[in-house]
T-cell receptor, first 113, second 115 residues
């Protein structure tokens, strides 16, 4: 069985500040990890993914995430927040049978001017 | 290239009715997955189809069913609608091969409201 915990349902930052969204996972098999972003009234857009290899993964819009197996974490960061980053962010895990994504409950990011 | 498309965009039904939601995958993708996203929650896996066969099913009642057509498009059917079925229904498309990670790309969703 797999699960994802996103710490903090709501994160608020100032424009230009560091963005850090936390994700911890549980998986009995080597995980594949994903971050998706959802803008209001829209579907999910893939930001980045970790499969194998390099543990620091770079995605779109300046986001990156680091896979830390010892901490079972896959936190999402961006050095400088932009107003357009305001959205809901979902961490997800798959693995093993590879057909199902298990999502966290999401973190709503607010960016203040 | 066109992304994943879903229809309709919005739908209002009453309790006890039946609904059919439709999804067209990205060209070249052979797998379609369906997810339910209740307000304030992350998406929950309902089904995945690959090459017209059901590959996986989530913890949803038998009122939920789906199928995939030869052109890889898919329908999700929900019978005897309940108020709790009100949600955003997301379709995701992927290549569907085994071995490598199968990245899923999502459509815009169908917003279902049950009154």
């Amino acid at each position: 069985a797999q699960s994802v915990t996103q710490l903090g349902s709501h994160v608020s930052v100032s424009e230009g500040a560091l963005v850090l969204l936390r994700c911890n996972y549980s998986s009995s098999v080597p995980p594949y990890l994903f971050w998706y972003v959802q803008y209001p009234n829209q579907g999910l857009q893939l930001l980045l993914k970790y499969t194998t290899g390099a543990t620091l993964v770079k995605g779109i819009n300046g986001f990156e995430a680091e896979f830390k197996k010892s901490e079972t974490s896959f936190h999402l960061t961006k050095p400088s927040a932009h107003m357009s980053d305001a959205a809901e962010y979902f961490c997800a895990v798959s693995g093993g049978s590879n057909y199902k994504l298990t999502f966290g409950k999401g973190t709503l990011l607010t960016v203040n001017p | 290239d066109a992304g994943v498309t879903q229809s309709p965009t919005h739908l209002i039904k009453t309790r006890g009715q039946h609904v059919t939601l439709r999804c067209s995958p990205i060209s070249g993708h052979k797998s379609v997955s369906w997810y339910q996203q209740v307000l304030g929650q992350g998406p929950q896996f309902i089904f995945q189809y690959y090459e017209k066969e059901e590959r996986g099913r989530g913890n949803f009642p038998d009122r939920f069913s789906a199928r995939q057509f030869p052109n890889y498009s898919s329908e999700l059917n929900v019978n005897a609608l309940l108020l709790g079925d009100s949600a955003l229904y997301l379709c995701a498309s992927s290549l569907g091969g085994t071995g490598e990670v199968d990245t899923q790309y999502f459509g815009p969703g169908t917003r279902l409201t049950v009154l």
